[in-house]
């Protein structure tokens, strides 16, 4: 039987998890980030999500050791649960990994025009509100067909892209944090947060999860690790990067808010590049912001190409949905039909423009929480040792809490209508492929 290629390190996963975390957002969102919770708040929310996900990463460290299968939580979920909920456990985080694909898309044309205005022009339609713009259109599509060969050539290929643009970006962020540091003041954090400290932090940590997904790429992959490969270097690589993920969000947030006042950022599009460019008074900081959020944007976006189209595999491949997803191509040892259906979900989402930023943030946030409860309550059911029964516990609260400050009306920025609706719309479909199979 032909199988995926064997071929990837542990480099090669660190980048691929780093790179499926870190995209364009902490230049595209920063303005909401301060506007939601202040500097101090931003900062602490990511810091505490951080932490609190150590013990979600955990659990992954040790499935992934026990069971390397592409399905990941579906995987996991299926040794316990009935096949229903392992579908769709699976299903969920389909949606966070594949959401980001689309929205990087739409980033790109979102970012292109800040350097090149005239891209805002051949206005095709609008969507909620927003232009949809016929040359940041073809951006979108161009870079999506791109990653759809460079992923369908191999995964060697893919794998190489991701190292290249992770190093770029952790090289040219070192260079920013330099920046800040010398041209920056204390006095720009004044006030600390937008609100109460407690709604602040919250308000931050209820997004942790889209912005944290990533981590758990690692066992999608699993499958394709060099023979070689020990397996507790998953373990190794899961946990780096949930550290220096949280870390770079933590430096990013405090490099912009110390380089200038932060409430004169909020509302402003891009406010990363224009609080360097307010303290240097000079276009060159914001052009190697701009490159530094492309690379970014490139390595975000194949990284979560990667690990959607490896979990979509995995469904053909159980039959959960079609078959044809689950077909390795015979020369390149890729899911050949996965990421032609990943690449064609992408394209249709890059129609909807930028009406689709800020509302699929939202409803990656609370999939990916529901995946990573899943996960973490099937752990503790074949768990026998009681400290690790320990840790899976805070795991399982802490996805759970996670879920819960998106759905509950109680807590503050929880679902819109409009949200519910993306999200009912997306089980919905999953129904639908299970019956049609």
């Not at 013990?55 to 939580?73: N, S, T």
């Not at 951006?139 to 794998?159: D, E, K, Q």
Request: proline share 5%; hydrophobic share 55%.
């Amino acid at each position: 039987m032909t199988t995926l290629a064997r071929q990837l390190r542990i480099t090669d996963y660190f980048a691929l998890a780093f790179g499926t975390m870190i995209g364009a957002g902490w230049l595209v969102l920063m303005d909401d980030w301060l506007g939601r919770s202040g500097p101090l708040g931003a900062i602490l929310g990511f810091a505490t999500g951080g932490l609190l996900l150590l013990p979600v990463g955990y659990v992954y460290g040790q499935w992934v050791q026990r069971l390397p299968d592409a399905a990941g939580e579906a995987a996991y979920t299926a040794q316990v649960f009935p096949p229903i909920v392992s579908y769709f456990t699976g299903w969920m985080m389909l949606l966070a990994y594949f959401i980001v694909c689309p929205w990087e898309a739409v980033a790109l044309g979102k970012l292109a025009a800040y350097i090149f205005p005239s891209l805002n022009s051949y206005e095709l339609y609008r969507v909620a509100g927003e232009p949809v713009f016929l040359p940041r259109l073809l951006l979108g599509v161009g870079l999506t067909v791109f990653l759809a060969v460079l992923n369908y050539r191999g995964i060697r290929w893919s794998a190489t892209f991701q190292n290249w643009t992770t190093g770029i970006v952790l090289l040219l962020f070192v260079i920013l944090l330099g920046i800040s540091a010398i041209r920056g003041a204390p006095v720009n954090f004044h006030p600390a947060f937008r609100a109460t400290p407690f709604v602040s932090v919250l308000l931050t940590l209820q997004i942790v999860p889209y912005f944290m997904t990533g981590f758990e790429s690692v066992p999608k992959v699993a499958e394709e690790a060099h023979p070689g490969f020990r397996s507790a270097a998953f373990f190794r690589a899961i946990i780096m990067t949930l550290l220096v993920g949280a870390g770079f969000y933590v430096l990013a947030v405090a490099a912009v808010a110390y380089v200038a006042p932060w409430q004169s950022l909020v509302g402003k599009r891009f406010a990363t590049a224009i609080a360097f460019e307010q303290a240097l008074g000079a276009q060159w900081p914001v052009r190697l912001i701009v490159i530094m959020a492309l690379f970014g944007l490139f390595q975000c976006f194949n990284g979560n190409f990667v690990a959607s189209s490896r979990l979509l595999f995995a469904f053909g491949r159980r039959r959960t949905i079609h078959e044809s997803f689950g077909t390795i191509h015979p020369v390149f040892l890729t899911p050949s039909v996965a990421i032609l259906g990943i690449t064609g979900g992408t394209l249709l989402g890059l129609f909807l423009g930028d009406a689709l930023l800020v509302p699929v943030t939202e409803v990656g946030s609370m999939a990916s929480a529901l995946g990573w409860f899943a996960a973490c309550l099937s752990f503790l059911f074949v768990e026998k040792r009681a400290l690790m029964r320990i840790v899976t516990g805070l795991g399982i609260a802490v996805s759970l809490l996670l879920f819960l400050m998106k759905v509950v009306p109680a807590f503050p920025g929880h679902f819109s209508q409009a949200e519910w609706i993306a999200f009912s719309t997306w089980v919905g479909l999953g129904f639908v492929l299970r019956v049609r199979k």
